[in-house]
T-cell receptor, first 113, second 111 residues
């Protein structure tokens, strides 16, 4: 979905480095999410934010932090990257109401060596 | 935490065959969604279900929200090569929480 843009699309980094993945959206949605995809494990929720002042941990938040700089921007940081954080990362957005479906970006493929 | 069990993990079928996949949970969910992911892209919503017993179609796709609210299935009729991808179920078990995803069903279609 071109309305949800993730940068970079691919990144290779070394163990111990700090790295930030960025997500911006033009859909005007209040809610934003970061998921991680690993083969055979599906999509697992890292963090989510229901508005600019709201941050919530997902099921696998350890080793990650997030910042909701504005309604349209939600960034994910790895303070000290480790190899098992190698994965495909997806940002998603949704409207404010609970049953609103998610709209995903095209993902960031992160490799930690 | 809440978990969704999606099966089968993968399917290899011939073009023209019908496909069925399902998702179950140990808890009651109040929303079921089905997504498809193609290589290099993020998941795209196929069908959304909001009421127990609801049966919804989208072209050749049909999905149902189980009456126990603990399961959902997705059927694809007369499969074609462009149906190839990973299909995910997703559910929300409580208002105010984020969606939980199944592990996906990888579909391969040979012509």
């Amino acid at each position: 979905d071109a309305d949800v843009t993730q940068t970079p699309r691919n990144r290779i980094t070394k163990t111990g480095k700090r790295i930030m993945l960025e997500c911006s959206q033009t859909k005007g949605h209040d809610r934003m999410y970061w998921y991680r995809q690993d083969p055979g494990l599906g999509l697992r929720l890292i963090y989510y934010s229901f508005d600019v002042k709201d941050i919530n941990k997902g099921e696998i938040s350890d080793g990650y932090s997030v910042s909701r700089q504005a309604q349209a921007k939600f960034s994910l940081s790895l303070e000290s990257a480790i190899p098992n954080q190698t994965a495909l990362y997806f940002c998603a957005t949704s409207e404010q109401w609970d049953n609103s479906p998610l709209h995903f970006g095209n993902g960031t493929r992160l490799t930690v060596t | 935490g809440q978990q969704l069990n999606q099966s089968p993990q993968s399917m290899f079928i011939q073009e023209g065959e019908d496909v069925s996949m399902n998702c179950t949970s140990s808890s009651i969910f109040n929303t079921w969604l089905w997504y498809k992911q193609e290589p290099g892209e993020g998941p795209v919503l196929l069908i959304a279900l909001y009421k127990a017993g609801e049966l919804t179609s989208n072209g050749r796709l049909t999905a149902q929200f189980g009456i126990t609210r603990k399961d959902s299935f997705l059927n694809i009729s007369a499969s074609i090569p462009s149906d190839v991808g990973i299909y995910f179920c997703a559910g929300r078990w409580q208002a105010g929480t984020a969606l939980i995803f199944g592990k996906g069903t990888t579909l391969s279609v040979s012509s």
